[in-house]
């Protein structure tokens, strides 16, 4: 197992799984009000995020799930985009944690009457949430939003910029497959280029000291992507050997301007990953995929249901996650309110 000191020192402050662990290591805050990207936070937020959220994967095994820790809180699904995992988990999280919770559905909204982005978002702040939880199909929308709400934000997803909790629900299923990231090797590979996914899960895995790779065709990769911290490989069996995970993204088809790949068979046949393929990383390797999949086109069926796949523990990890940060987050809201009466970030 990987053990830096600093980890060494957050695996004996939460070995025994309480459900508010005690603070990482002495002085720490977690100090922001929103999470809106992982750029914005610190190795050590990271780790108790994950801490945190070790402990409500506990709480959402047993019979009894909720918790009160959002008790009487008023939290807002505001999703532009759609979502399956991101959008039910993000309800799951808060309902598990007492919240009251109501998903906007965007399609019957007044955005379609020409409302804008800010126009709603005032309109729900006057409503007086606790958390507004965004994904919106433009990359910044959620920091926009951030600034003009009196309450805590955290970004869903936002165009082709930031998923952080997808990376931090990524991190913590390989933590607790592997004891550790750093110096593990991770490939992320397929359609970079367009993926908020891979970019937030760059910057995890390097502020956690992984060795990040990137697969991809060039059309798929973003210029300059090496000065991002990662290993640039352009076929996979360069890329694959030695890996101890293995990250599939799916095309965004729906971000691409025009034809980046010559055919979706061809893209199966040169980056698809299939059981030969995923022979090529470490036997151990993890299979993980953030969802939705497009099977047959950047992994095959017996692969991704297959030992090595942990992409339905993803899944359960996400609510897991999910709780841990909306705590976390309302905790330094009510610190900040209780301290100066007024709101930080
Ligand atoms: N991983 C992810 O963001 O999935 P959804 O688009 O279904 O939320």
Not at 64 to 84: D, P
């Amino acid at each position: 197992m990987d053990i830096t000191p600093i980890a060494l020192v957050l695996m004996t402050a939460t070995s025994d799984h309480s459900p508010n662990p005690p603070l990482p290591y002495e002085g720490y805050v977690f100090a922001h009000q929103h999470l809106l990207g992982i750029a914005d936070i610190s190795e050590h937020d990271i780790t108790y995020l994950l801490d945190r959220a070790d402990a409500a994967v506990e709480i959402s095994r047993q019979v009894e799930k909720k918790k009160v820790a959002l008790r009487g809180r008023t939290q807002i699904n505001l999703f532009f985009e759609a979502s399956t995992r991101t959008q039910s988990s993000f309800e799951l999280a808060g309902k598990r944690l007492g919240a009251d919770v109501m998903n906007m559905s965007v399609g019957s909204s007044s955005v379609k009457k020409g409302e804008t982005l800010i126009d709603t978002a005032m309109t729900l702040n006057a409503m007086r949430p606790d958390i507004l939880v965004v994904r919106h199909q433009s990359a910044g929308a959620t920091e926009l939003l951030a600034q003009k709400v009196g309450c805590c934000v955290v970004n869903g997803g936002d165009g082709a910029h930031e998923h952080p909790t997808q990376a931090l629900l990524d991190a913590l299923t390989i933590r607790r497959h592997k004891g550790g990231i750093a110096r593990k090797t991770v490939a992320i590979c397929g359609d970079i280029l367009h993926s908020r996914v891979a970019r937030s899960n760059i910057m995890l895995l390097n502020a956690l000291g992984a060795r990040v790779r990137v697969i991809a065709p060039s059309t798929l990769l973003p210029a300059g992507v090496e000065q991002l911290g990662v290993e640039v490989f352009n076929r996979m069996e360069e890329g694959l050997p030695g890996c101890d995970v293995v990250m599939m993204l799916r095309l965004q088809r729906e971000r691409m301007a025009g034809a980046l790949i010559p055919s979706v068979r061809e893209y199966f046949q040169f980056f698809g990953l299939d059981r030969k393929r995923l022979a090529m990383a470490e036997p151990d390797a993890l299979v993980m995929h953030p969802g939705p999949m497009n099977r047959g086109v950047e992994i095959s069926s017996d692969v991704a249901d297959g030992a090595q796949s942990v992409i339905q523990e993803q899944v359960e990890m996400g609510v897991a996650l999910r709780m841990a940060v909306m705590e976390t987050l309302v905790e330094r809201f009510d610190q900040i309110n209780s301290t100066t009466g007024g709101q930080d970030d």
